[in-house]
Structure formats: structure tokens, C-alpha cells
């Protein structure tokens, strides 16, 4: 259920890679392949994303957040499935890269694995979509778009005479468009494997001409389908309605007011427009940085970044997994917000292999996750993530 954008360029290259990695370590190739890294290129792969599919930079500014460090560190420890784990030994076995928890603001936790240090970036892999969604709201502030009830055609008019005609920016958001679509990671032949890997048309971006194809299944509004293809779109429609780059964008609204501690990397499509569903790479500081950002309410620099009520709606259940008539295999989310996957106790942005940021508003609580999972989407490992994160939040409870 958490996507990668498969069809982006790759690029050959030999770089030398520091730490506790090998002194010369190959890239592995890019495009689709990503599914397909073994574990050695997954750990290169993940921290150097943007040396292998092209990308945009997202400029960092003139000041960093400051995450001072509270003055307890937590130890959680639990017992999963009737195994006990502490930080250390899931880490191990989940092959985790990065964990970092913020109390009110303050790191109770941060430690690193597999050769990454704090100054290493990391793909999102679908943690973008949340990113993504929150650039809407940004734009609806700016008065770019009008509202979430407005048509996807209002702002990307080659869609009109397609499948998305008469659906509305909230139904992109909340993956109910109606819109025939196959996200299975396992099937080269599936939607998400073969929208965006060719220039289909001239002068169109790649998954418009992609999308603009597809039937339509069920009416919109009616039924969540998760689907990467969207969150593209999603992409290009704050693009063409803001009327800059997602990265320059993201760059004014975020990244530099609120004080991200490096540059971003934004991964491109074969058009050169930035996959709205996918991939940008940032430090496991700033990837806490933006969750709080979010349980701060969307204020950076001093001004409200997003409109009054943004967060707090877009958390919301928007999509009732108990309602639909199969829940998510994961079995760990209750709903869906605008790109949010609903957790108890909170919200989180997801991406495959094991990256997401958890939101706990009333523990006031961020927990930012990088890992590299042997399987995109398995099961056992959200539950043991969700296992994690609910350690965490215990620990977190009886600290100041």
C-alpha cells in the first residue's frame, strides 16, 4: 500500500561511499530496479537516491531548527509476538537506518544503523505523499487553489474528457476517485509499475498521459484504492496551480522558513517534474523537523504556512477502513486522511521498506523512522514497526 514511483531515468555512475561501508561501492541502477535491490545496493541505494534518478534540490535557508536534547534519554523495551526488543536489537532485526523521537520538541532518541550518520540523507519513498498533500494546503492559503472541492481538470485541463472528469482535489487526496488502477509492486505489468515509464505523448507529462487512460471502475467519492499514479498528479496540479517547481515551492514554504538542517532531493519523472508520490531524500533530522512542523500546526518563520484547521482536517478519517469491504492487508491502519494513513493515537506518512514519520498529537510526540526492509510491504513488518511506536510512546510518557 505505500508506493514507489517506479519509472524514473537511471543514471551510471561509480561513487566512493564513506563509513562503515565499503571505501568504493557501485551504485545500483535505477527505474523500476528499486523493487529489486538486493540488500547490500538497497543500504547505497536509499542514502544516494538523487546520484542515481535525476532530481531537484530543495533549498535548505539561511538558519537551522535547533532539536536540543532533553535531558532523560527513553529506553523502551516490549515484547513483540513473545520475543523482547529494546532500540538496539530492532533496529538489528528490522534493519533500521534511523530513530528519532522528539518529546515537545526535544530528542529523547536518536540513533543510527547501517553505516548512516546524522548527516546522511534517506528516501521517502511514499513519506512524500504526506508531503505533498501538505504543499495543497499551502497553495490553498496562497488563494493558488480555490478549494478542495474544486476539478483536478481546473489545473491540469488534459485530464478533461478522461476518467477524472467531475472528480475533486479531495477525492485525489483521499484515494477515492473512482479511477481503475493496480498498485501491486510484484507485477510488471501493474499500473504502478508502467505509469510515467514512457514519454507517451509530446509536450505532456509522462503520467498524465498515463492516467488520462484509465477507465473509470466505481463512481467517485464511493471507494479508496490506493494509488501512487494520484499522488503524481496531485504533484503536477500544485505545479501548474502555484506556478513553480514542487521542490522551489516546498524550498519557500517549509524547508528554508522552518530551518532544515540540509537540502532535500526531490526525484524527477521523465519530463523532469517531481514525482508527488515518491522519493525525496533528507537527513532523519529533518524528516522529524517536518512532522513537528505538522504537530505544530503548520506555522515556519513565524507565519501560518497552511490554512486555519489544515492539520486537524487532514488527519481527519476521511476513509473508514472498517467501512470499506477489505481492509489493508497491514491491518495497522484504521483510515485515511489527505495522504495520512490513520493510526491509534495519531497519523503517520508512510513509504515503503520501512520509512515513516508518526504524529501523536496529544503526547506531543514525532517518531521519525528510515529503514531498509527486505520487503516493500510486508505485513509483520508494519506490525512490528507499529509494535515499536507504541514502546516508544510509552517510554515517552514518563519523561519531561
Not at 519509472?7 to 523500476?32: F, I, S, T, W, Y
Not at 542515481?52 to 535557508?61: E, K, L, M
Not at 538496539?88 to 526535544?106: H, I, N, P, W
Request: glycine letters at 10%; a negative charge; one cysteine or more.
Amino acid at each position: 500500500m505505500r508506493a514507489i514511483c517506479a519509472a524514473v531515468a537511471a543514471m551510471a555512475a561509480v561513487v566512493p561511499l564513506a563509513g562503515a561501508l565499503a571505501a568504493q561501492a557501485p551504485l545500483p541502477p535505477g527505474g523500476a530496479a528499486i523493487l529489486t535491490w538486493t540488500p547490500e545496493q538497497q543500504v547505497v541505494g536509499y542514502r544516494e537516491m538523487e546520484k542515481i534518478n535525476p532530481s531537484h534540490v530543495i533549498r535548505r535557508g539561511n538558519h537551522v531548527r535547533e532539536l536540543p536534547k532533553a535531558d532523560t534519554e527513553i529506553a523502551p523495551k516490549w515484547v513483540w509476538k513473545g520475543k523482547a526488543y529494546d532500540v538496539a536489537s530492532y533496529m538489528a532485526a528490522m534493519r533500521t537506518s534511523g530513530v528519532l523521537v522528539l518529546k515537545d520538541g526535544r530528542i529523547v532518541l536518536e540513533r543510527y544503523g547501517l553505516g548512516r550518520g546524522p548527516a546522511d540523507r534517506w528516501t521517502s519513498f511514499s513519506v512524500a505523499k504526506s508531503v505533498t498533500s501538505t504543499l495543497v494546503g499551502a497553495a490553498i492559503k496562497d488563494g493558488d487553489i480555490k478549494s478542495l472541492d474544486a476539478h483536478v481538470t481546473d489545473y491540469i485541463p488534459e485530464l478533461k474528457g478522461s476518467a477524472y472528469e467531475g472528480v475533486t482535489i479531495r477525492q485525489l487526496l483521499t484515494m477515492t476517485s473512482g479511477v481503475k488502477w493496480n498498485e501491486d509492486y510484484s507485477d510488471p505489468h501493474s499500473d504502478v509499475a508502467q505509469a510515467g515509464a514512457a514519454i507517451l505523448e509530446p509536450g505532456v507529462d509522462p503520467i498524465v498521459s498515463y492516467m488520462r487512460r484509465l477507465p473509470r471502475a466505481t463512481a467517485p467519492g464511493s471507494k479508496f484504492v490506493y494509488k501512487t499514479g494520484e499522488t503524481d498528479l496531485v504533484g503536477i496540479l500544485v505545479s501548474n496551480a502555484v506556478g513553480k517547481p514542487l521542490s522551489t515551492y516546498l524550498s519557500e514554504k517549509i524547508w528554508a522558513p522552518y530551518g532544515m538542517e540540509q537540502d532535500g532531493a526531490w526525484v524527477d519523472d521523465l519530463a523532469g517534474h517531481e514525482r508527488g508520490g515518491c522519493c525525496i531524500s533528507m537527513t532523519l533530522r529533518d524528516y522529524a523537523r517536518f512532522g513537528q512542523f505538522i504537530l505544530d500546526g503548520g506555522k515556519a518563520g513565524g507565519a501560518d504556512v497552511l490554512p486555519a484547521g489544515w492539520v486537524a482536517d487532514a488527519s481527519s478519517v476521511h476513509v473508514n477502513f472498517s467501512a470499506q469491504s477489505k481492509t489493508p492487508p497491514e491491518g495497522v491502519e484504521t483510515g485515511y486522511g489527505y495522504f495520512w494513513w490513520l493510526v491509534p493515537g495519531g497519523f503517520a506518512a508512510e513509504g515503503i521498506f520501512g520509512q515513516e514519520v508518526f504524529i501523536y498529537p496529544q503526547d506531543h510526540l514525532v517518531i521519525a523512522i528510515n529503514s531498509a526492509w527486505l520487503k516493500a510491504d510486508d505485513p509483520n513488518d508494519w506490525e512490528a514497526q507499529a509494535a515499536f511506536a507504541e514502546a516508544v510512546r510509552a517510554a515517552a510518557r514518563t519523561t519531561r
